[in-house]
């Protein structure tokens, strides 16, 4: 009956049997529900919940998806699902199967917070923290750390293309990032990065990644437009025999480029899984047709996209305006006056946003 609530496209992707399944989900268009009810169906359809993998970008998203999976069937077995984000599974992994790589799994993590406090001192031990011209603060030197591993680049590469400042400096970063290494393998700690490494890391031995991977039957992947290289790496590796890796996102939406995230990953989702399903998701329940009307032409210009049609069943006389602006002082500026012209014309404030 609760499939009664699903449009086309979305019953398409619940209902998806077995295989890679690439859902493109237009903004507004149902993609928490549809994913949500994809869980629920292949629960109901047999599988069992310990053996689905749903990985999301905030717990918060995990814990949504799985309590609405348990609405939509009526119990409880949801709740066995594995749900989480890459660090938070990851860290479940490696207490059990860590051993196999030689890492203990009684391991502490460590915050960012604390992995650059780390870093510091080891910058201030190896004689870097004065000289004739200023050496990279702490909070740089984990920025460029964390580049490094979730791009999958050379530090060369990642100092010229962003962090050109720091580039005569790339021998003494390289001495520091070693050392950092070597201590937190030391004190049995882990950062946020090397939840990813070291999930990584057991999926590239052959017999290991075959055990890890087996534990599930299907892997579902959330904001896929958001995940890095080292991410993409580990969802390939944990597809198992059949391919059953179900990823949902919309690359219209993909803004995260500054933490390493790459569109890539998607646009070449149907390369790197041969027999790919895609679902187009493009009924809007949020907008008015006259705004989707507007974005669909804007993205059309997109050179490298998965093309959607948004519409919506919503109608408006009135068409968006487009803006031009030549700063952000000038943009805030035409926002606050726009706000006091809709006061004056009687709309409150409670009934606008920004």
């Known amino acids: 009956a609760w499939m009664a609530d699903l449009n086309d496209a979305q019953r398409l992707a ?30 109901q359809t047999g599988v069992s919940p310990e053996r689905i ?73 190896l004689g870097f923290e004065s000289g004739e011209r200023r050496f990279p603060k702490k909070s740089t030197l984990a920025a460029i750390y964390s580049r490094v591993v ?6 060369g590469d ?18 520091i990032f070693e050392a950092f290494t070597k201590r937190k393998r030391q004190q049995a700690v882990l950062d946020y990065d090397d939840l990813l490494l070291y999930w990584h890391a057991m999926l590239q031995v ?24 080292i991410q993409a790496e580990i969802v390939f590796g944990m597809r198992g025999e059949k391919s059953n ?17 790459t569109v890539e990953n998607m646009l070449n989702f149907p390369k790197q899984f041969e027999g ?5 998701l493009e009924q809007n329940y949020r907008s008015v047709q006259p705004i989707l009307t507007a974005s669909n ?22 068409a968006p305006r487009i803006i031009t602006i030549q700063d952000e002082a000038a943009q805030s500026g035409e926002v606050c006056r726009r706000i006091l012209q809709k006061v004056e014309e009687g709309v409150s404030l409670r009934g606008q946003a920004v």
Not at 150 to 155: D, Q, T
Not at 158 to 170: H, K, T
Request: proline residues 4%; contains cysteine; charged residues 25%.
């Open 206 to 229: 052959p017999e290991i990644g075959k055990m890890i991977s087996k534990q599930f039957d299907h892997v579902l992947v959330d904001e896929y437009q958001d995940t890095n290289p």
């Open 14 to 43: 619940v209902t998806h049997p077995v295989g890679p399944l690439l859902v493109i989900a237009g903004a507004g268009t149902g993609k928490t529900k549809t994913l949500a009810s994809r869980v629920a169906w292949l629960i």
């Open 297 to 318: 032409r804007l993205m059309a210009d997109a050179p490298h996209q998965f093309a959607k049609n948004l519409f919506s069943h919503r109608k408006s006389n009135q």
């Open 245 to 261: 890796v179900t990823a949902v996102g919309d690359d219209a939406q993909a803004i995260y480029s500054f933490r390493a995230a």
């Open 53 to 125: 993998l749903l990985l999301t970008f905030t717990r918060r998203a995990a814990v949504e998806m799985i309590s609405r999976a348990s609405r939509v069937i009526g119990d409880q077995q949801s709740s066995r699902v594995w749900g989480g984000t890459f660090h938070a599974v990851a860290s479940r992994l490696l207490r059990s199967h860590g051993r196999t790589i030689g890492l203990d799994p009684g391991f502490n993590v460590i915050d960012s917070e604390d992995s650059a406090d780390l870093m510091d001192m080891i910058r201030i031990e």
């Open 158 to 175: 990642v100092l010229v293309q962003r962090f050109p400042w720091c580039v005569n400096d790339q021998d003494a970063i390289r001495q």
């Open 276 to 280: 790919t399903t895609l679902v187009r």
């Open 150 to 155: 979730s791009s999958r680049e050379k530090l």
